[in-house]
């Protein structure tokens, strides 16, 4: 089995609720998602998705996906879409680099792997753990009564995980944490995520001002090692997210003790294959996971939920369902929402069909 064709669609997905807003005065309103195909010689077709928190976020923007593509596609062409480790390998040697890029072109190659054998992305990634995977919901940075009126409609809606965005001004985020904290049941988790948005004695200040409530404090600042001090002056448990962004930080972070919980994201680590092989290390090493993407609609939410229904309950903090966050669906099977739960498709691959007439003509073609 050969590739023979690697192309990308450019879907717009608007947000239900308008915009996004994080720390920094960041905010989206349309995403730029990225659908990459991967088709053989034989004609089987596997499918990826890459989107972008916007340039603003991480080192990667939508279009580099798609520029990315048209310079590592002609290396790959020939390859055999199964040979997961070979194909990481061939793309690594091709592009230095630039992990979401080979993102969508890994997924598409696992999507492949399972329809060749029949099986789900969550059984070839290790085994589906449990019946469903709970999700947790991101709050939107907005005034700390507004945040709070979110949090209790989407707890009725079945969710008990959330991640409050702030980042913004001290008092007012642990006004925020405060406000949010008090409507909550005691079995209801609450992640302060700061998305780097904090200087490091802000940080310190929230974290004394929160230690007597029940509240995980995520990536407080820009540094590595402005996290790791504020980390040394709270006893609430502690999440990185943006610094941990290759197998060496990790291993970093671990030894320094520097995270009770790491956020793990596909297209940040390269796809599939790189972050099993960091999810699984983390299970052997006792660190608990939230498993997602930086965004994306139903391809990513796919990719996802097989993540997370392969990893042992135990070490499963989190995932998201970001396809409920967009107003449009551009695959069929993806999973859907459930009392603030999801499950991975039992069927074969990723278990989702592209909407063509969502998804519209091709903006790349390489063969």
């Given at each position: 089995?050969?590739?023979?064709?690697?192309?990308?669609?450019?879907?717009?997905?608007?947000?239900?609720?308008?915009?996004?807003?994080?720390?920094?005065?960041?905010?989206?309103?349309?995403?730029?998602?990225?659908?990459?195909?991967?088709?053989?010689?034989?004609?089987?077709?596997?499918?990826?998705?890459?989107?972008?928190?916007?340039?603003?976020?991480?080192?990667?923007?939508?279009?580099?996906?798609?520029?990315?593509?048209?310079?590592?596609?002609?290396?790959?062409?020939?390859?055999?879409?199964?040979?997961?480790?070979?194909?990481?390998?061939?793309?690594?040697?091709?592009?230095?680099?630039?992990?979401?890029?080979?993102?969508?072109?890994?997924?598409?190659?696992?999507?492949?792997?399972?329809?060749?054998?029949?099986?789900?992305?969550?059984?070839?990634?290790?085994?589906?753990?449990?019946?469903?995977?709970?999700?947790?919901?991101?709050?939107?940075?907005?005034?700390?009564?507004?945040?709070?009126?979110?949090?209790?409609?989407?707890?009725?809606?079945?969710?008990?995980?959330?991640?409050?965005?702030?980042?913004?001004?001290?008092?007012?985020?642990?006004?925020?944490?405060?406000?949010?904290?008090?409507?909550?049941?005691?079995?209801?988790?609450?992640?302060?995520?700061a998305n780097t948005g904090w200087v490091q004695h802000e940080a310190i200040r929230v974290a004394r001002a929160i230690r007597d409530l029940d509240v995980y404090i995520e990536q407080p600042c820009l540094t590595y090692q402005e996290c790791l001090a504020v980390r040394r002056h709270t006893n609430n448990p502690f999440v990185l997210d943006e610094n941990v962004d290759s197998l060496e930080m990790l291993l970093r972070a671990h030894g320094d003790l520097a995270m009770d919980v790491v956020n793990l994201k596909i297209s940040k680590l390269g796809g599939l294959t790189k972050t099993?092989?960091?999810?699984?290390?983390?299970?052997?090493?006792?660190?608990?996971?939230?498993?997602?993407?930086?965004?994306?609609?139903?391809?990513?939410?796919?990719?996802?939920?097989?993540?997370?229904?392969?990893?042992?309950?135990?070490?499963?903090?989190?995932?998201?369902?970001?396809?409920?966050?967009?107003?449009?669906?551009?695959?069929?099977?993806?999973?859907?929402?459930?009392?603030?739960?999801?499950?991975?498709?039992?069927?074969?691959?990723?278990?989702?069909?592209?909407?063509?007439?969502?998804?519209?003509?091709?903006?790349?073609?390489?063969?």
């Amino acid at each position: 089995m050969k590739i023979a064709r690697i192309f990308a669609h450019r879907v717009e997905l608007p947000l239900v609720e308008g915009t996004y807003k994080w720390s920094g005065g960041k905010s989206v309103s349309v995403f730029d998602s990225s659908i990459v195909g991967v088709e053989t010689a034989c004609g089987l077709i596997g499918y990826g998705e890459v989107c972008p928190l916007g340039p603003f976020y991480l080192p990667a923007y939508a279009e580099g996906v798609r520029t990315g593509l048209r310079e590592l596609a002609p290396h790959l062409l020939g390859l055999n879409p199964c040979e997961l480790a070979k194909l990481n390998h061939a793309m690594d040697a091709a592009l230095k680099g630039h992990p979401y890029v080979k993102s969508g072109v890994d997924l598409a190659c696992w999507d492949i792997l399972g329809k060749v054998t029949g099986l789900p992305v969550c059984v070839l990634l290790g085994g589906r753990y449990g019946e469903s995977i709970r999700l947790y919901r991101a709050i939107s940075q907005q005034a700390p009564a507004e945040m709070a009126e979110k949090v209790a409609r989407y707890r009725a809606e079945g969710y008990t995980r959330f991640q409050l965005k702030v980042g913004g001004d001290p008092d007012l985020d642990i006004e925020r944490i405060g406000q949010v904290r008090a409507i909550l049941a005691p079995t209801d988790r609450l992640v302060a995520d700061a998305n780097t948005g904090w200087v490091q004695h802000e940080a310190i200040r929230v974290a004394r001002a929160i230690r007597d409530l029940d509240v995980y404090i995520e990536q407080p600042c820009l540094t590595y090692q402005e996290c790791l001090a504020v980390r040394r002056h709270t006893n609430n448990p502690f999440v990185l997210d943006e610094n941990v962004d290759s197998l060496e930080m990790l291993l970093r972070a671990h030894g320094d003790l520097a995270m009770d919980v790491v956020n793990l994201k596909i297209s940040k680590l390269g796809g599939l294959t790189k972050t099993k092989q960091l999810r699984d290390l983390c299970v052997s090493m006792g660190i608990a996971m939230t498993l997602e993407d930086s965004w994306g609609g139903d391809i990513t939410t796919a990719a996802i939920a097989h993540l997370a229904h392969s990893t042992p309950e135990e070490y499963r903090f989190t995932s998201t369902d970001f396809n409920s966050y967009v107003s449009v669906s551009h695959a069929a099977g993806a999973p859907q929402r459930e009392q603030g739960t999801m499950r991975a498709s039992t069927a074969p691959g990723l278990g989702i069909e592209p909407r063509h007439d969502v998804i519209g003509p091709r903006r790349i073609e390489i063969s």
